[in-house]
């Protein structure tokens, strides 16, 4: 079994973003897909706390879970998969530059 608290959460919300989505559009069951993306906050969400406390869990689980939310109105203009992906991207970046690169 990994070690879960040594896992880069960059990677492991870009699992939970896309791997969320594709499990949703694939199953046709969104609820799988939330699930995916809380599976991944909650491991993240450890980590990040443990870096930076609350205020850093806060505001990462909250970029995280807006991705999610602008990729909706995104998709409109510029297609499902390149906002996925972009959403993806920032909110990767994030967690790396706030907490992963400082572990």
């Given at each position: 079994?990994?070690?879960?608290d040594?896992?880069?959460?960059?990677?492991?919300?870009?699992?939970?973003l896309?791997?969320g989505?594709a499990?949703?559009?694939?199953?046709?069951?969104?609820?799988?897909?939330?699930a995916?993306?809380?599976?991944?906050?909650?491991?993240?969400?450890?980590?990040?706390y443990?870096?930076?406390?609350?205020?850093?869990?806060?505001?990462?689980t909250?970029?995280?879970?807006?991705?999610?939310?602008v990729?909706h109105p995104?998709?409109?203009?510029?297609?499902?998969?390149?906002?996925?992906?972009?959403?993806?991207?920032?909110?990767?970046g994030?967690?790396?530059?706030?907490?992963?690169?400082?572990?």
């Amino acid at each position: 079994m990994p070690d879960l608290d040594r896992l880069p959460t960059a990677p492991l919300l870009a699992v939970g973003l896309i791997g969320g989505f594709a499990l949703a559009q694939q199953t046709g069951v969104r609820p799988l897909g939330g699930a995916a993306m809380l599976g991944a906050n909650a491991v993240a969400a450890r980590q990040w706390y443990a870096v930076g406390g609350v205020p850093l869990a806060a505001g990462l689980t909250a970029g995280y879970w807006t991705a999610m939310g602008v990729s909706h109105p995104l998709a409109k203009k510029v297609g499902t998969w390149p906002s996925v992906l972009g959403v993806t991207a920032v909110s990767a970046g994030a967690a790396w530059l706030l907490a992963d690169r400082r572990r």
